[in-house]
C-alpha cells in the first residue's frame, strides 16, 4: 500500500546480535562473505541491489513492489501495485515481460500479494475491496474467491480502506491459501490483525480457519511468507515522519492458534490464543553494506520494505529469502533488493 506516516513506538531492548560493520559498493556484496554480515543470531545478509531504481520496462515504469515469488521456471515474479506483474531474471533482476493486471471491469488493481500456484496461475489480493483473484499467465481473471463479510471494507465489512490484505501465501502441500490483514479490524484492538485462510476442495478454494496475531506497538504486516514446515515469515512494518523505516522479521506459528472465525471482536479475551511469534531480526540491525538512504533512516539500508519470497536454501539448511520495498514511485524512496540467510 501506500504507506502512511505511522508514529510508531520502537521496543527497546530487541534481542538482536552485535553487527559487524563490513563496508560494500553500492550494488551490496558477494554472497562469500555472508558469515560477516551478521544481523542477529539467525539472520545475515549477503548484499542488495538497486540495480531496478526508477528505471522502465517497455515503457512501463519498474518498481511501487508489493510482492515477490518464485515461478515454475526459477524467474521471479515481482508484482506491483500499480497493476503490473513483471517476470524478473532471477540472478540480474532484469525484467524480461510485463502483463497488466484489472478487475472484472478492466480497472487497475491495488495489488498487494502474490502467490503462484502449482498449476502456474497467479493468486494476487487486493486490499481495496479486498479481493483474491486468479489470473492466468497472460493476465486473463479466471475466478475470485469468497471473502468473509467482517473482512470486507466498511460499510460492507468492518475493514478500513488499503488496510486489508497485504500479504499472501500457500501452506505446504497446496492445500490452504493465508491472507495477512494489514491493520486492525473496527471493533478489535489496535495491533491484533487477523490471518485468514482458505482451503482447497476439488480445486476450488472456500473460506476456512482464522486467526489473531499481534504486531509491535505501530506497525503493520506487509508480508506473510510460509516456511517448508508449515510456519511463516511475517515481516511487520511503520514509518516515522523525520525518523525513517521500521521493518522486524518474525517467525511465527498457527499451531495451537485460536480458530477466530467465529470471534465477531478481538479485544483481548481470555479464551483467545493467538498466533506464537518469535523475533528473528529487526532490519536496521543489519549492517549497512555501504547503502545510501534518500530520506531520513536508523539505518541508510532500509527503505519501505514490503515483498519477500524463500528462493531456497544454501548449504547449511539456511533458508534463502529476497526483500523488496515499494518505492511509491516516490524521489524520497528506492527499489531495493535484499538478500538474507535465515536460519528457522
Not at 554480515?37 to 522502465?56: N, P, W
Request: charge should be neutral; aromatic fraction near 6%; charged fraction near 20%.
Amino acid at each position: 500500500m501506500r504507506l502512511r506516516t505511522v508514529l510508531a513506538t520502537l521496543t527497546a531492548g530487541l534481542a538482536a546480535a552485535t553487527c559487524l560493520t563490513a563496508a560494500g559498493p553500492a550494488a551490496g556484496s558477494t554472497a562469500g562473505t555472508a558469515e560477516r554480515h551478521v544481523c542477529s543470531a539467525t539472520v545475515s545478509i549477503d548484499r542488495f541491489s538497486d540495480a531496478l531504481d526508477k528505471t522502465t520496462y517497455d515503457g512501463t515504469f519498474v518498481g511501487n513492489f508489493s510482492a515477490l515469488a518464485v515461478d515454475r521456471d526459477g524467474s521471479l515474479a515481482a508484482l506491483a501495485d500499480r497493476s503490473s506483474l513483471f517476470r524478473l531474471d532471477a540472478r540480474t533482476l532484469q525484467p524480461r515481460a510485463a502483463v497488466r493486471l484489472a478487475d472484472e471491469k478492466g480497472a487497475d488493481l491495488d495489488s498487494e500479494g502474490l502467490v503462484i500456484d502449482r498449476d502456474g496461475t497467479r493468486l494476487v489480493s487486493s486490499e481495496t475491496e479486498p479481493s483474491v483473484r486468479r489470473y492466468s499467465r497472460d493476465g486473463k481473471i479466471l475466478d475470485r474467491l469468497p471473502v468473509p463479510a467482517a473482512l470486507q471494507v466498511a460499510p460492507a465489512g468492518r475493514a478500513t480502506v488499503n488496510q486489508t490484505f497485504e500479504g499472501l501465501t500457500l501452506l505446504p502441500g497446496g492445500h490452504t491459501l493465508l491472507a495477512s490483514m494489514e491493520y486492525a479490524l473496527s471493533g478489535d484492538s489496535a495491533g491484533i490483525v487477523r490471518f485468514q485462510t482458505w482451503t482447497r476442495h476439488h480445486g476450488r478454494f472456500t473460506p476456512g480457519a482464522q486467526y489473531a496475531y499481534r504486531t509491535d506497538a505501530g506497525l503493520g504486516v506487509p508480508e506473510v511468507q510460509a516456511t517448508p514446515d508449515g510456519r511463516l515469515l511475517v515481516l511487520e512494518r511503520g514509518f516515522t515522519a523525520g525518523v525513517g523505516n521500521t521493518v522486524r522479521l518474525y517467525l511465527a506459528d498457527l499451531r495451537h492458534a485460536t480458530d477466530t472465525s467465529g470471534t465477531e471482536n478481538l479485544t483481548g479475551q481470555p479464551g483467545v490464543r493467538l498466533i506464537r511469534k518469535t523475533l528473528l531480526t529487526d532490519i536496521a540491525a543489519c549492517p549497512s553494506l555501504g547503502a545510501t538512504a534518500k530520506q531520513p533512516q536508523p539505518n541508510p539500508l532500509l527503505d519501505n520494505i514490503e515483498g519477500m519470497t524463500i528462493t531456497g536454501r544454501d548449504h547449511t539448511g539456511r533458508l534463502k529469502v529476497l526483500l523488496v520495498s515499494d518505492d511509491n514511485q516516490n524521489a524520497a524512496q528506492t527499489t531495493r533488493f535484499y538478500y538474507l540467510r535465515v536460519r528457522i
